[in-house]
C-alpha cells in the first residue's frame, strides 16, 4: 500500500511543481498572496490521500476510546458500578444523616425538582404580569411547587458536599449547614413565601409583588443542567449549545412579553385606550377591552410583541403608547441589541471556528506565507506541507486530547500503546520491568513521511527513537563521499542510542523509506531515568555493543567499551561518597539498584576503606553483610582494618576481626618501625591487638624491637615483648635487639631484654637464630561450625594465638566459642588437623564435634 502510495507521488509531480509555481508568483501583492494561498492549501489537500494510515496504525477515535475503556475496566462495570455505587463507598445516609450528592435516590430527587424549576421559572414571570386573570388550578400548581422547594431547602442541610481547597467529601453536619446558610439558603427560601398572599394582607400594594422576581434564583438549576448537558459526551456538544442559545432567546422573550403585558394591565380600566394593547386594531379586530379577551390569546399577543420589537428592533405595527412603556422598550431594544449580538456570536464561533477544516486551511495559509516570504527549497517545503496534511488526515493530532487527562491515566494508556514494541527492542534486552516502565510513560508518538531525514551523520542527537511500522535506512559516507547504506531499521528497532548514551556524534545518516510511526524519547528524560535505574544503563551498553550489526568499526566499539568503563568509574565514586558521607540510605539504594560494592576508586580504595576510616559503625556493618571482601587492599596497600586501626576506630576494627580481617600488609614493619620510633604507644597498641606481627621486618631487616632498643624505648620493648617480640632477631648487619640496647646504654632497657632473652631460651630450648621463625607465636581464626556448611548456619568466630598442642587449642576454642569440650579441628578443605606444627600463620581454622 505504501510503494502504491509512492506511485501516486510521482504520478503527481508535475500538478505539485504547477500549484508551486503558482504560489511562488502569488507573492507579488498581499491580497493575492491571500487568495493563491488558499487555493494552493485546496489544491494540496486534494493532490495528497493518506488511504492505508488508519489501517496501518489502527488508532481512530473509536479505538482510543475502546482503549481507555478496555484499560479502565469501563466497559464490565459500568453497570455494575451504578448498582453498587452505595455499597462500594457512596454513602446514603450517615449515622449522621448526611445525603451523598451521587446518591440514586437523590440524584432522581433533582431531576424530580429542576421539572419544578423549569415550571417555576416559566410561571413567575407568567404570574407577575397576568396575576389578575390566571386560573385557579395553576395557583394549586404553584403551592405544590413551593412545598417541593422547601422539602429540597431541607434537604439541602443534610446534603455533603466536596471541599474545592481539598478536594474531598466533608459529611459532617455543621460546616454543611454553614456553607448553605452562607450561600443560598436567603434567596430559596424568600422564593418559597406566599407572595400572594403577602400581597393581598398587605393591601395589594404593587411593590410587594416585585418579591416575586426572586423566585428566578431557581433559573441557577435550569443553568447547571444545561452546563452538564454540555459535558456530557454522549450529546452532540453542537446541539447541547443551540439548545442553550434557544433557551435564553426564548426566556427572555417570555420575560419581556409578560412585563409588556403587566405595563397595560396596571393601568385603570379608564385608561385601558392608553395602552399598546388596548389602542391594538388588527383588521376589524379590537382590543380596547383586552381583559376580557381570552388569557392565552392575551399572552400570545404580548409574546408577539415582545418578539416582534426584538426581531425589528422596536419597528412594527405594535409599539409604545404612554410614557413607562417607551422607557421599557428603550431599555429592553437595548437589551436585545447586546442579546442578538451574543446569540449570532456563539452560533458563528460554533459553526466557523470550531472547524477542524477550518483550522487547517489557515495554518496552511500562514505556512505558505511564511515559505515564500524566506525561499524556502522545493524540498523541504514539500516535506513542511506534507507533515501538515499528515496531521490533519491521520490521527496523529489525537493524541493531544490526553494532555487534560490525569499522568496516572495517561501511564496507563501509554503502558497498553507502546509497551508491547519497547519490550521486543533489542537495546532493552535483561532490563527491569520498572525501568522499561518509566521509558514507555515518557514516550512521544510521531509520524515521517518518505525521504524525510531525521538524523544527519556527525550532529548532536538529544532524541531516541523507536521503530513501530514501517521501514528507515542508515547511510553512511564512504570516503569518495558516496553514500552506502548500512543497514535498514524496522519494527522494534531503535536509532540514535549511540549518539546519546556515549556523548559522541551520530555516526549515520538516518532517512525514512517507508511511511513510519515512531516513539520518541527525549535525552533528559532518559538520563533522569538512567541516574536512577544505573544498572539498567550498564546493561543497554552492553546490549548496544553485543547486538547492534552496524558497529563494525574498532573506533565505534572503542568509544563504547570506553564509555561502560568510564560509568562504571562513576558508579563506582557514587558508592564511595555515599559510605564515605555516612549516608546508608544513599548507599542502600546504589547497592540495590545493581551497584557493586567491591568497585574500587582511581586509588583502588573500596566503600569499606572509606566506612572503616571514618568510623561508621551501621555501613561497615551493612557492607559486611552485602560480602564485601574485608581484606581488599588499594593502592596503597591498606586494607579496611589497617583503616580502621589507624583512625582510632576500635569497635569498627573488631568487626572486621570478627568476619576474618587480617593485619597482613606487605610493609608491616615499616608500621611497627615508624609507630615505635614516634613513640605512639597507643596505636602501637591497636596494631599488635588487632593481630600485626611484633617481628615484622623492615627494609634493614630490623624489627620494631630493634627500634626500641636503639632509641631507649622502655615502654614500647615492655609492650612489643608481651605481644610476642623474639629478642633473637639480626638485622642486616647482624645486631639483635639486645645489641641495640647495650649500645644505647639504657640498663633497664638492657636488663629487661636480657630477662625476655632467658624466658625466651627456657620455652624454646633449642633456641637458635636458624629457628627464629619457629619460636614466633602464631594466631589463627576459629570458627564454631564445618567449612561446607551452608552460609545460613554459619556464625562469627575468634582469632587467638597457636598453643602448643592440638588439645590445648581445641579446649581454649571451645570455651571462647561457649561450645561443649571434645571435637576436632578441620582445615577449609575439610581435612582433620592433628598437630600445631601443621598450622600456618593466620589460618582460618573450624572447630566441629567428630559426629558432625
Not at 30 to 37: D, G, K, N
Not at 373 to 385: A, M, P, S
Not at 394 to 421: F, H
Amino acid at each position: 500500500m505504501v510503494g502504491k502510495k509512492k506511485v501516486k507521488l510521482v504520478e503527481k509531480e508535475e500538478e505539485k511543481r504547477e500549484t508551486e509555481k503558482e504560489t511562488a508568483s502569488s507573492s507579488s501583492s498581499s491580497s493575492s498572496s491571500s487568495s493563491s494561498s488558499s487555493q494552493t492549501s485546496s489544491s494540496d489537500e486534494r493532490e495528497y490521500e493518506v488511504q492505508d494510515l488508519r489501517d496501518r496504525i489502527k488508532s481512530s477515535r473509536g479505538s482510543r476510546f475502546d482503549l481507555i475503556e478496555n484499560e479502565l475496566g469501563l466497559n464490565s462495570t459500568r453497570r455494575k458500578f451504578s448498582r453498587q455505587a452505595v455499597l462500594d463507598g457512596i454513602r446514603v445516609f450517615s449515622e449522621d444523616f448526611v445525603i451523598h450528592p451521587n446518591n440514586r435516590w437523590y440524584r432522581a430527587w433533582t431531576e424530580f425538582i429542576l421539572l419544578w424549576a423549569v415550571y417555576s421559572s416559566f410561571f413567575t414571570p407568567l404570574e407577575f404580569g397576568f396575576f389578575r386573570g390566571l386560573p385557579e388550578n395553576l395557583f394549586i400548581l404553584d403551592i405544590i411547587g413551593q412545598v417541593a422547594f422547601l422539602v429540597d431547602i431541607v434537604l439541602q442541610f443534610f446534603l455533603a458536599y466536596r471541599d474545592s481547597q481539598t478536594y474531598r467529601m466533608v459529611y459532617k453536619r455543621t460546616p454543611i449547614a454553614l456553607r448553605y446558610l452562607k450561600s443560598s439558603f436567603i434567596f430559596d427560601f424568600l422564593g418559597c413565601l406566599p407572595w400572594d398572599m403577602i400581597y393581598k394582607a398587605c393591601g395589594r400594594r404593587e411593590e410587594v409583588r416585585y418579591l416575586l422576581w426572586i423566585r428566578l434564583y431557581r433559573a441557577r438549576k435550569v443553568d447547571g443542567f444545561l452546563q452538564r448537558l454540555e459535558k456530557d459526551i454522549r450529546i452532540n456538544y453542537m446541539f447541547t449549545r443551540i439548545l442553550k442559545l434557544l433557551v435564553v432567546e426564548l426566556y427572555c422573550t417570555h420575560t419581556a412579553a409578560c412585563i409588556f403585558y403587566y405595563l397595560a394591565t396596571t393601568l385603570p380600566a379608564s385608561q385601558e385606550g392608553y395602552t399598546w394593547i388596548g389602542s391594538l386594531k388588527l383588521g376589524d379586530y379590537s382590543y380596547s377591552h383586552f381583559r376580557e379577551i381570552d388569557l392565552w390569546k392575551r399572552y400570545t399577543t404580548s409574546l408577539y410583541f415582545a418578539i416582534v420589537t426584538m426581531a425589528t428592533v422596536g419597528y412594527g405595527d405594535i409599539h409604545a403608547v404612554n410614557m413607562r412603556e417607551m422607557i421599557f422598550i428603550m431599555i429592553y431594544v437595548s437589551f436585545d441589541m447586546v442579546l442578538g449580538a451574543y446569540l449570532i456570536g456563539n452560533m458563528t464561533a460554533l459553526i466557523v471556528k470550531g472547524s477542524k477544516t477550518e483550522k487547517f486551511r489557515d495554518r496552511m495559509t500562514d505556512l505558505l506565507k511564511y515559505m515564500n516570504r524566506n525561499r524556502l527549497g522545493r524540498d523541504i517545503r514539500e516535506q513542511i506541507k506534507g507533515h501538515l496534511r499528515l496531521q490533519y488526515e491521520s490521527s496523529y493530532t489525537e493524541a493531544a486530547v490526553l494532555q487534560e487527562i490525569p499522568i496516572s491515566i495517561r501511564s496507563k494508556i501509554s503502558q497498553t500503546l507502546y509497551l508491547p514494541y519497547i519490550e521486543n527492542v533489542s537495546l532493552f534486552k535483561g532490563c527491569s520491568s520498572e525501568f522499561i516502565n518509566q521509558i514507555v510513560i515518557r514516550l512521544h508518538e510521531e509520524f515521517f513521511l518518505p525521504g524525510e531525514v531525521i538524523m544527519e551523520q556527525g550532529n548532536a542527537v538529544d532524541q531516541l527513537y523507536f521503530v513501530c511500522h514501517g521501514v528507515l535506512e542508515e547511510v553512511g559516507t564512504c570516503e569518495d563521499g558516496s553514500e552506502e547504506t548500512v543497514s535498514l531499521l524496522k519494527r522494534n528497532s531503535s536509532f540514535g542510542e549511540v549518539s546519546i548514551l556515549c556523548n559522541i556524534p551520530q555516526p549515520y545518516t538516518v532517512r525514512v523509506c517507508e511511511l513510519c510511526r515512531l516513539l520518541r524519547l527525549d535525552k533528559q528524560s532518559l538520563t533522569n531515568i538512567l541516574d536512577i535505574y544505573f544498572y539498567d544503563g550498564r546493561k543497554m551498553l552492553n546490549n548496544l555493543l553485543e547486538g547492534k550489526e552496524s558497529f563494525r568499526g574498532k573506533q565505534l566499539e572503542s568509544d563504547i567499551t570506553f564509555h561502560i568503563g568510564k560509568q562504571e568509574a562513576e558508579l563506582a565514586l557514587k558508592v564511595n561518597n555515599a559510605a564515605f558521607h555516612g549516608d546508608l540510605y544513599q548507599l542502600k539504594s546504589l547497592i540495590r539498584a545493581g551497584a557493586d560494592p567491591n568497585k574500587t576508586d582511581y586509588d583502588g580504595r573500596s566503600p569499606l576503606h572509606l566506612a572503616a576510616s571514618r568510623g561508621d559503625e551501621n555501613i561497615t556493618l551493612f557492607l559486611i553483610q552485602e560480602g564485601v571482601n574485608v581484606n581488599i587492599r588499594d593502592n596503597f596497600g591498606n586494607t579496611p582494618l589497617l583503616e580502621a586501626v589507624k583512625n582510632g576506630h576500635d569497635r569498627v576494627a573488631s568487626l572486621l576481626v570478627k568476619e576474618g580481617a587480617s593485619m597482613k600488609i606487605d610493609n608491616a614493619g615499616n608500621f611497627l618501625c615508624i609507630a615505635v620510633a614516634r613513640g605512639d604507644s597507643d596505636y602501637l597498641q591497636r596494631l599488635l591487638s588487632n593481630g600485626m606481627d611484633p617481628n615484622s621486618k623492615d627494609y634493614d631487616y630490623r624489627s620494631p624491637l630493634h627500634v626500641a632498643a636503639a632509641e631507649g624505648l622502655f615502654f614500647m620493648a615492655k609492650l612489643l615483648l608481651a605481644a610476642g617480640a623474639s629478642v633473637f632477631i639480626k638485622d642486616r648487619w647482624g645486631n639483635t635487639p639486645l645489641d641495640e640496647a647495650r649500645m644505647s646504654g639504657n640498663k633497664n632497657l638492657i636488663k629487661l631484654l636480657e630477662d625476655a632473652k632467658s624466658a625466651q631460651l627456657s620455652e624454646f630450648p633449642y633456641a637458635s637464630t636458624e629457628f627464629t621463625d619457629k619460636m614466633h607465636p602464631k594466631k589463627c581464626t576459629v570458627f564454631p561450625f564445618h567449612p561446607w556448611d551452608p552460609k545460613e548456619h554459619r556464625r562469627h568466630g575468634i582469632v587467638q594465638w597457636v598453643p602448643h598442642t592440638i588439645e590445648d587449642l581445641i579446649k581454649t576454642a571451645a570455651e571462647q566459642l561457649k561450645l561443649s569440650s571434645g571435637g576436632c579441628i578441620l582445615s577449609e578443605d575439610g581435612g582433620k588437623i592433628i598437630d600445631v606444627d601443621m598450622i600456618k600463620d593466620g589460618q582460618k581454622l573450624y572447630l566441629v564435634h567428630e559426629t558432625h
